[in-house]
């Protein structure tokens, strides 16, 4: 299937009806509304009485809201007003990409309304009540497209989606919870990778949100403007909760997006019990996997839910749990889809990967974890190339971040990726303590920028995905290119298959099949991400072989 198919299927399947708006609306009749006003201190600072939204001096964004469901919804949207545009244009421009035609557009949205004809089942009262208030703030640049509310809807949607359809957004998170032995005090400790890609404007204004709910426990998130699902978080009860994308099928009707589950996780569960009690009550359109981790059980769970089967997997006798992105749990043994993943994905090379570090005598800390989130190398230390998708470090991670749940801290990643600064929080102190001058972060306990940003690979790493899209471009259009430009993409990245692959189809589209030959060979003696890559490789070597064979005769 070629990536027009999948967008057009992203804007079918991710959206969110106008048939039921109306009927879906939620009931406000027990919470507070009113029209907000911010006050501006600069361009980095914003603030409703307690309540503000701040740029801190890494980039990323710290957003601490209040109340309950309405007025959360409705102060998060004043607050991140320009960065709610700015992320709802950018998932915008990725189907314009695509489907330049406005009139293709509206028809598209127009079929949405029998796909979710369903959706306001699926969906809490509260949760609904909190996109409602938070839409309130969206940009009226494509009402004529979908309204406000409904908009935000299929901004919950595109998560799970990505999932679904892995040319559209890549996805490949990698989690890991240590204890007892394992830690180094002791204590749990959590580190995850939420490899979530759509475009580079996506990713580039992280929030790390701090919710002070009326109803349930207080929790923080990382997430995106527009978005009050979690994919990452900590509550103040020290439960944490990450999700992690299993083999899904395209799903053909709108149900629970898996965020929404892990916030009602995140904001009313404080037990792993607990934490199980609500997701068996869940109907989702995507296979997922939450790794629950519990300060009060000192251990740690995975959920491992889909549209069909419930399973939840811990270890016994080890003081470790990892996830990727297949599942554990004896309810999927005999699960075909999932089976599928883990031969032919890159899933069990991470998993593994992760397992051979843990094999070491060596116990983990909060530094020790995010330098294992940053590493770019394979098993036995194999250079992979940078952003294979087989490394734990795929250089386009969202966030990366790293949670001590018995102390209640945590560290999140700044930009690019997981290579920033990763600054502290102590939510002990943002929830119990008074916020003084909006500081919120421990920068005592801040973790430095990866050394890796100043070198030369990495000025190399930017010049490669900048060459990448230049050759598949012109392989597209069958347009020549020098033989100097094709060897300087090849050092941009060296050790990665890819560029190998790449120059061997642009030589194959020019009918050179000796080149072709030599580069695809060359390409199949690095360390292929997946089985459908290798054996596309192999196809099409094979068909240069036929070529050049025949030409002999």
Known sequence: MNKLFYILLFILFTSCGVQKSLKDRPDLSTYHSQKYTRDKVNDSLFY??????????????????????????????????????????????????????????????????????????????????????????????????????????????????????????????????????????????????????????????????????????????????????????????????????????????????????????????????????????????????????????????????????????QVKNQPYLVCTNHFQSEEYNNDNRNNKQKEESHSVYRFQKLEEHLAQDKQLNPTEMVKLLRDTNGLKNEKLGYGNEKALNQLLAHHGVVFQPDKRLVWVSSNPYQLGEFTAYDLNKIFNDSIQNFTINVDSLKIEKDIFLTTEDYKNYKKFRIDKHFIEDKIDRKETITKEFLENYINTNPDFWLVYANVAEYYFTQKDYSQAINYYKLALSKEITTIPDRNKIEKNLKKCLQKTSKSVN
């Open 48 to 313: 409703i009485a307690d309540n503000f939204l701040k740029k801190n001096k890494t980039q990323n964004w710290e957003l601490y809201v209040s109340g309950d469901p309405l007025e959360i919804g409705q102060k998060t949207g004043v607050l991140t007003k320009e960065l709610y545009a700015f992320q709802e244009q950018s998932f915008m421009n990725l189907i314009d990409d695509y489907i330049p035609s406005k009139r293709r557009k509206k028809f598209l949205f127009k079929i949405l309304k029998y796909y979710n004809r369903d959706l306001h089942q699926y969906i809490t009262n509260e949760h609904k009540a909190e996109i409602l208030g938070l839409s309130e703030s969206a940009t009226n640049r494509y009402d004529s497209l979908m309204d406000k509310y409904n908009r935000n809807l299929f901004l919950h949607g595109a998560h799970d989606i990505g999932h679904a359809m892995h040319d559209l957004m890549l996805v490949g998170c990698s989690s890991l919870a240590v204890w007892d032995e394992k830690s180094e005090d002791g204590g749990l400790l959590i580190g995850r990778n939420f490899d979530f890609y759509a475009n580079d404007d996506f990713a580039k204004n992280k929030i790390i949100s701090f919710v002070k709910p009326k109803v349930g426990y207080p929790y923080m998130s990382i997430t995106w403007a527009g978005m009050i699902g979690v994919s990452s978080g900590m509550n103040l009860e020290g439960l944490t909760v990450t999700i992690n994308a299993g083999k899904s099928s395209i799903p053909f009707k709108a149900k629970t997006p898996i965020s929404l589950v892990a916030l009602e996780i995140l904001q009313h569960a404080s037990t792993i019990e607990e934490a199980i009690a609500i997701a068996k009550t869940k109907k989702v359109f995507v296979s997922e996997s939450i790794m629950v981790g519990s300060s009060k059980d000192h251990n740690v769970a995975l959920i491992e839910i889909s549209p069909k089967n419930f399973g939840v997997y």
